[in-house]
């Protein structure tokens, strides 16, 4: 099998960036184990995941030139993860990255050995979480968790994390699952 891509994905305020961020942590000692940053048009100090910021017009640029492997458009934003883990991959480094359920078909087309990891919560959980978090207004929180319910399916053969519990329990469940996956080279 050749080294996969391990693709986080799940609704916002499921906890996946707070895992990812447990997983990295954790995982930081580990040979052969990656985590992409995610190129977002978002300001750095506004969400908990640990981000490039970049301009509509930085990203644009950056998409016309082809640096990024992955980019999608969601929720008025822009996400691209760099070309560089396709350089990561080639070596057999496993690489991490912070997906998009939307964009997982596209995903699979370019990635064959990708590997989705879905972070689930129960809906009522989803919306504590959403509104507690205070990024979002009453109808944007109502849009998230109206695709959250149109982006639910997943495929038999991927795996899942609930995320209903403390941290440490679906944290440790996550990273697992990528030292499970993971090839043996060490990171460039």
């Keep these: 099998m050749r080294t996969p891509l391990i693709y986080v994905v799940g609704a916002s305020g499921s906890g996946k960036d707070s895992l990812m961020r447990y997983a990295r942590e954790k995982l930081a000692a580990e040979q052969g184990i990656c985590f ?4 977002i048009t978002r300001p750095v100090d506004a969400g908990a995941e640990n981000h490039i910021a970049l301009t509509a017009e930085e990203f644009t640029a950056r998409s016309h030139a082809r640096l990024f492997a992955l980019s999608w458009h969601s929720h008025e934003l822009s996400y691209g993860i760099g070309i560089e883990i396709n350089q ?11 997906g998009s359920r939307g964009y997982l ?7 064959p050995e990708i590997v989705p990891i879905y972070i689930e919560v129960p809906e009522n959980l989803l919306r504590q979480r959403l509104m507690a978090r205070g990024r979002e207004n009453t109808e944007q929180i109502e849009r998230r968790l109206s695709r959250h319910k149109t982006l639910q399916p ?16 679906a ?7 990528i030292k499970q996956l993971s090839g043996a080279k060490a990171c460039a």
Aim: hydrophobic residues 40%; glycine residues 6%.
């Design 154 to 169: 997943y495929h038999q053969q991927d795996r899942v994390i609930v995320n209903d519990g403390s941290l440490e329990a």
């Design 105 to 111: 078909a596209v995903a699979r087309q370019n990635y």
């Design 171 to 177: 944290g440790d469940t996550l990273v697992n699952l």
């Design 36 to 39: 992409a940053h995610r190129y």
């Design 88 to 98: 990561w991959l080639a070596k057999g480094i496993t690489v991490v990255v912070n």
